[in-house]
């Protein structure tokens, strides 16, 4: 199975932006679809968005839709997560995951593969 390293995460005021990568290396990267999710203090992890194998198809969480943007580069081994107009709320450890198959799926337990988290800080 592939293993998940995220990175670029930080600490960032209310309306900055922050790009987040998640790097992975191992089986073949294109045959997995690719998730984000996101677990804050006190809070369960919670979905973001996902992106299916071919990355012609994303989903996203309510809280993310208009603001962050999934993309991958399955020559790079890599997905991406572009987060814009960034909130307090936002605040969190992001965690990429990856599933074979393809698809795009919003519930926790449908992915057994995990990065080890990047953390994202926003202030006022």
């Known amino acids: 199975q592939v293993q998940l390293v995220e990175s670029g995460g930080g600490s960032v005021q209310t309306g900055d932006s922050l790009r987040l990568s998640c790097a992975a290396s191992?089986?073949?990267?294109?045959?997995?679809?690719l998730a984000w999710f996101r677990q804050a203090p006190g809070k369960e992890r919670e979905f973001v968005g996902g992106i299916t194998a071919s990355g012609r198809t994303t989903n996203y969480a309510d809280a993310a839709k208009g603001r962050f943007t999934i993309s991958r580069d399955n020559a790079k081994n890599t997905v991406y997560l572009q987060m814009n107009s960034l909130k307090f709320e936002d605040t969190a450890v992001y965690y990429c995951a990856a599933r074979p198959g393809g698809g795009i799926y919003s519930t926790f337990s449908s992915y057994a593969t995990w990065g080890q988290g990047t953390q994202v800080t926003v202030s006022s």
């Open positions: 191992g089986h073949t990267f294109s045959n997995y679809g």
